[in-house]
C-alpha cells in the first residue's frame, strides 16, 4: 500500500541585519514559527546547517535547535536537512543525535549530505574534494556506533579502536536515515540502492529535469529488490499563500529574489580552490517571477496553491513537501499567516494523494 503524503515545516533562515531583528529575537521568531507547525497539523520540522554567514548560519547547530523543539512539541517529527557529516568527527555526531532521540522520544530523521558551500570546509581546514567521501564514511561509522556493541574502524578519513557509544537512539535499529540528493543521477541511484530515504530541492531546476532524476530514484529502489511502495522522497519548496493570490507572487518575488541573492553572495566567498558549480547558480539572473509560472517557487492563493502541489505531486513523485515558509526577510507574521493558511486550505485537501507509481 503506497504511503500517505505527509507535510514539513522547514528552515535555512538568511538573516538580513537592516531591516530583521537582533539575532536573539529573530531565532526565537523562528522557533516559534517552527513550533506553531504541530498544532497546525504538519507532520516534520526540518532544519538546514550552515556556517559562516548570514545567509543560514544561523542555523549551524541544528541538533541544538532541534533540541530545544523536542520539549515544545509531542507528535511532529524531527529532522536535520541537512547535517553536514563531512565538517565533524561521525562519533559527536552519533553521541548528539542519538540524546535528541531520545529526549524526542524517538522523533528524530537522520537527514545527511556533504553540504554545498566549500568555505565552510574551508573554515574548518578540510578541502572540499573530500566531502562526498567523508560523508558517506561518516554515516557508515554513525550506523556502527548505533547497532553495534563496538566500534572499530579504520578508514581514509576516520580511525575508531574499539569504542562503546553511549547513549543509543530509542528508534531501533536507529532513526531512519535521510539522504540529500541535489543534482548527480549517481546520487539519486546510490541512495536508493543503500535503501536510503532521498531529500530533494525543487526550485534549481526546471520541473521534467527534476522528475528525471526523482525517477532515477524511484527506478534504482525497485530495481534493488525493494518494495515500488516503499521509498520515501522528500522535496522542498519556498512557499507564500495568502487569500489574494496576486500579493502572494509580489511578496515572493521579492523575498524570494533576495533569498537568492544571499545565495549568490555566499557561493561567491573566496575560497582557496576553486568551488565546483553549483545547480542553483544560474537563478540569480533569471525572472524569479517566471519560478512561479514553472512551479519552482510556490506562490499564490489557496486554489492556485493547491493546483501547483498537485501537478508537482504527478510529476515529481514525492512522499513528502516540505515548505520554507519564512524566506529572504519575509516577516513572521505574514510567515505565519501563510503557513496557517496552507495548513487550513490546502494541506487537508492534499493528503489523499498517493506517491506517483514507479515507472
Not at 157 to 186: G, K
Not at 239 to 256: D, Q, S, W, Y
Request: aromatic share 10%; with cysteine; glycine share 8%.
Amino acid at each position: 500500500m503506497a504511503q500517505p503524503l505527509t507535510f514539513g515545516a522547514y528552515a535555512l533562515p538568511s538573516y538580513h541585519a537592516e531591516s530583521d531583528p537582533p539575532q536573539g529575537a529573530f531565532m526565537r521568531h523562528v522557533l516559534d514559527l517552527l513550533a506553531a507547525a504541530e498544532p497546525l497539523g504538519f507532520d516534520n520540522i526540518w532544519i538546514n546547517e550552515h556556517h559562516f554567514d548570514s545567509w543560514g548560519g544561523m542555523m549551524s547547530a541544528p541538533a541544538l535547535a532541534l533540541a530545544g523543539l523536542s520539549q515544545r512539541t509531542r507528535r511532529v517529527r524531527l529532522g536535520t536537512s541537512i547535517a553536514v557529516l563531512g565538517l565533524h568527527h561521525p562519533l559527536a555526531v552519533a553521541e548528539q543525535m542519538a540524546t535528541l532521540d531520545l529526549i524526542s522520544h524517538g522523533r528524530l530523521d537522520f537527514g545527511v549530505g556533504r553540504g554545498s558551500e566549500p568555505y565552510d570546509y574551508e573554515g574548518f581546514g578540510i578541502d572540499y574534494a573530500e566531502a562526498q567521501a567523508r560523508t558517506m564514511e561518516a554515516l557508515d561509522v554513525i550506523l556502527d556506533a548505533w547497532t553495534q556493541p563496538r566500534v572499530t574502524h579504520a578508514g581514509t578519513y576516520f580511525e575508531v579502536q574499539d569504542v562503546e557509544v553511549w547513549p543509543r537512539p530509542e528508534q531501533r535499529p536507529h532513526p531512519p536515515v535521510w539522504v540529500s540528493c541535489a543534482s548527480a543521477p549517481a546520487s539519486f541511484e546510490q541512495t536508493a540502492r543503500r535503501g536510503f530515504n532521498a531529500l530533494t530541492l525543487g526550485f534549481p531546476r526546471p520541473v521534467p529535469a527534476f522528475a528525471e532524476l526523482t525517477r532515477i530514484y524511484r527506478d534504482a529502489w525497485v530495481d534493488s529488490g525493494r518494495d515500488p511502495s516503499g521509498y520515501q522522497m522528500a522535496t522542498l519548496y519556498h512557499t507564500l499563500v495568502c487569500e489574494n493570490g496576486e500579493r502572494a507572487r509580489e511578496l515572493a518575488v521579492t523575498h524570494f529574489g533576495r533569498f537568492l541573492r544571499g545565495l549568490a553572495a555566499s557561493a561567491a566567498r573566496p575560497t582557496r580552490k576553486p568551488p565546483p558549480p553549483r545547480a542553483a547558480s544560474g537563478l540569480t539572473d533569471m525572472n524569479v517571477a517566471s519560478l512561479i509560472d514553472g512551479a519552482r517557487l510556490i506562490a499564490g492563493n489557496p486554489q492556485e496553491v493547491l493546483d501547483m502541489l498537485r501537478y508537482l505531486h504527478a510529476e515529481v513523485g514525492f512522499t513528502q513537501i516540505n515548505h520554507m515558509f519564512q524566506f529572504g526577510g519575509l516577516s513572521f507574521d505574514v510567515a505565519q499567516e501563510s503557513m496557517a493558511l496552507y495548513a487550513q486550505e490546502v494541506m487537508p485537501r492534499l493528503r489523499s494523494l498517493a506517491p506517483a507509481a514507479v515507472a
